[in-house]
C-alpha cells in the first residue's frame, strides 16, 4: 500500500495560530498535515530546562486547539527525541514537507536541527524555515540590519486562514507517562497566564491602562509587575510575534497621546531581536566570553556565597527578595535582573557561567537569544559595553524606598522599620529585639559589603581592559555586532 502524501508543521517557539508562516503555507500546499509540537527528553536534561518552561508551552496548546476547533484539527503532542519522531513519520507517510520558523536556540537545539535536516534530506523531504521576527539568518555583519527590521514590522501580518481538513494521526509511541503529564497539567497560579487568548487582554491593558506609567514604573520592582507590557513570555514562546505586538502599539489611537511610554516600548521590542540576533550570528554566548580575553580573569567562585544567591540568602534585602520572587513567578524587571547578575558577577566575584543556568529555569520567559546576550553584557565580558556596578543598597533605596517589595518576599524583615529595611544589619542588638529580628540568626548578616566589594572589583575589571585581547575583540565584536565601530571602553560605574 502506498503511503499518505502530507506535510508537517513543526511548532516551536511559535505557539500561536495568527501571523504564522508555517500554517500559512501547510495551508496553501492543499495536501492534508499534521501540526506537532514536542516535549524532547535532550532539552529537558539540558541545564536551562526547567518544569516551568514545558508548562507554560503545555497550556498555550489549549487555546491553539479552540481556535482550530472548527476545522476538527489540534496541535499533536510527541514525547520524544525529535530525530525519533521525524523517522516514525517518514516511516508511516510519504512526508513532502515539513514547515517551521527557525530557532535562534542553544547548542543543543542546533545540534538536533542539525540532525533532522540530515534524515529529512535522506527521505527527500523538504524543510522549510521562516525567519523568526526580525532576525536574520547567515548574516555577517549589522550592514542594513536596521532597516529590514523596520521592513518586516511594517510589512501586513499573515492572516492565517484554517480550512484544510484535519488528519486522525496513526499511532505512535511517543506518549507521555502520567507522572510528568500530572506536573505538565499542574500549573502554579504565580505565573503569568499562557496563551494566544491572554495576549489581546494583555496588549489591550498595557495600551489603555497599566503602561501609562511605563516609563515611571519600568524599574520598580513592585510596581514594574503591572506597568511592564508583561509580554516577554508570551514572546519567548511565540503565543504574540514580535510584528503582532509591534503594529497593535504603532496603530493605537492613543499613540499620539502616550507617545513616550508607546515609544519606549517598541524600541525595546526592537532590542529583542537586536540581542537575539548576536545570538544567532554568534551562539558560543552560551558558554564563552564574547571577548575571548575575559576567559583570562580569574574570580574567587565561593560556593557558599554562590548559594546564599541563588537561594536568597545573601542578607542583602533587595537582592533576596528578587531571588525569592523568581521562584515564584518566574518574573522580575530589566534593571532587577542587572543588578543580580551585578551582584553574582562582581560583588561575589562569580565566573557568569555559574549563575546563567540558574537564572535561566527560574525566567518564565527564558528566551536564550536575550538571556545570554543580557547576561555577558551586564557580568561585563564584552568590552564593549560601560560596566554598570548596581549598588544593591542604592537601588533598594531609589526603587523601592518603602520596602513594600522587600516586606512581601523577606518575611522575616516585615517587622524592621523603614529606616533599616534596606540595611538591617545597621540595627543595633536592642533594635532588632523590638522588631522581631536577629541578624544572624532570623535573617542573614549579609556576606559581603557591597562598597568595599564594588571597588574591588571596579579595579580588577577596568585594570583588565587593556589586555591585547580585549582590544582586539573589542573591534571584532563591534564589527559583528552592531553599527558603531568605533566605540571605546568606559570605566566601570557604579549605579
Ligand atoms: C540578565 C538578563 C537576562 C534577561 N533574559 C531575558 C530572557 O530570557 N527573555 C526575555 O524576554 N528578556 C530577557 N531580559 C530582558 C528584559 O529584562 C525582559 O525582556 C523584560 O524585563 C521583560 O518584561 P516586559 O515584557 O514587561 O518588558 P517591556 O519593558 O514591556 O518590553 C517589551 C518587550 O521588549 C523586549 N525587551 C524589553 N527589555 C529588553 C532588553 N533589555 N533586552 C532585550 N529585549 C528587551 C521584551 O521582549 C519585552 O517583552 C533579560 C535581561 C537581563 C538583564
Redesign the pocket.
Known sequence: MTERTINIVWLKRDLRLADHAPLQAAEEAGIPYFICFLFEPSTQQHPDWSLRHWQFTYHSLPSMNRGLGSSGRKVDLFFGEATDVFCWALKHYSVRNVFSYQETGTETTWNRDKQVRTILQEHGTQWTEFQRDGILRGIKDRKGWDKKWFDTMHSPGIENRYSMQSLTLKKHPFTPNSNLLKELENYPHAFQKPGESEVCNQLSSFAEERGLNYHKH?SKPAESRVS?????TH??WGNLSVKQAYRFIKHHDQYANHKRPFSA?LQ??K??CH?MQKFEVECSYEYQCVNRGYESLEHENRSDWLEAWKTGHTGLPLVDALMRCLHETGWI??RM??ML?SVLCHHLDQDWRRGTNH?ARL?L???PG??FT??QM?AGTTGTNAIRIYNPVKQSLEHDPLGHFIHHWVPELEGVPNAFTHTPWKMELLEQTMCGVKIGETYPCPIIDPLERAKQARKKIWGHRSNPLVRSERARILKTHTRNTSNVAQPAQQI
Open positions: 519600568i511592564c507590557s508583561r509580554l516577554s514572546l519567548a516600548f525595546r521590542l532590542w529583542h540581542f524587571n530589566f535582573r542587572a547578575v537564572l525566567f520567559d527564558y528566551e536575550i538571556h543580557q547576561f551586564q
